[in-house]
């Protein structure tokens, strides 16, 4: 927990709780269907809930707003967005179903009741939200063709309604498409450790 708190240090008791949960109990339910790999695993707290956090830092997210996660894997940024924005509905989507029940296991130990997960392919999802975010999943061309459609026009946070998603790497040529209308948000920013020298935040307004 320390790097959640190095960062956050106003969580709320319940918050600070569930991610204590999701740090012991990710580990043994991964045991089962090794959705996370053993290496990230051991550095769960930084690679995986600190990365997904990383949003929180940028963006915040009205009260009964609806964010999907597209392609959620393990339920990354999902569940820890969840945590941090209880008032928020996240509908987590994924087309395995073994990453799907995951998240059902996990939100059950969390008592997560403001998440939706959904065993469908990003491709099939026709319900609407406000945001979506999504997590090294594909290319960000075909993101946007998944996911621009899903999106209600609007103002459902800190900065317009929009496609948001952590990335790493030269971006140069796959953001080239989108021009000016796209922006990057350096983690460095916010977070000094090498792991997140390389990685951004991409945003695209609705």
């Not at 999701?22 to 990365?51: A, C, F, G, M, Y």
């Not at 997560?112 to 099939?124: G, T």
Request: glycine letters at 4%; aromatic letters at 10%; hydrophobic letters at 40%.
């Amino acid at each position: 927990m320390d790097l959640i708190l190095k960062y956050f240090p106003d969580l709320l008791p319940t918050q600070l709780s569930r991610y204590e949960i999701l740090l012991r109990t990710l580990p043994q339910l991964n045991e089962k269907v090794n959705v996370i790999s053993r290496k990230d695993i051991l550095s769960l707290e930084e690679r995986h809930i600190l990365h997904s956090l990383s949003i929180a830092k940028k963006f915040h997210f009205d009260p009964d707003s609806r964010v999907i996660d597209a392609g959620t894997g393990g339920g990354f940024p999902g569940i820890p967005l969840a945590i941090m924005f209880p008032e928020t509905t996240f509908i987590l989507v994924d087309s395995i179903k073994k990453k799907i029940r995951l998240v059902e296991e996990l939100c059950a130990h969390l008592d997560l009741k403001n998440v939706i997960p959904l065993n469908q392919r990003m491709e099939d999802v026709e319900t609407k939200a406000d945001f979506v975010v999504s997590r090294a999943v594909t290319a960000f061309p075909r993101l946007y063709q998944w996911t621009h459609k899903l999106i209600r026009p609007g103002h459902s946070g800190s900065m317009p309604n929009g496609l948001i998603s952590l990335k790493g790497g030269n971006l140069e040529k796959e953001l080239k498409p989108f021009q000016k209308r796209v922006k990057q948000f350096p983690l460095t920013e916010w977070f000094e450790e090498s792991f997140f020298y390389t990685k951004m935040i991409v945003y695209l307004k609705k």
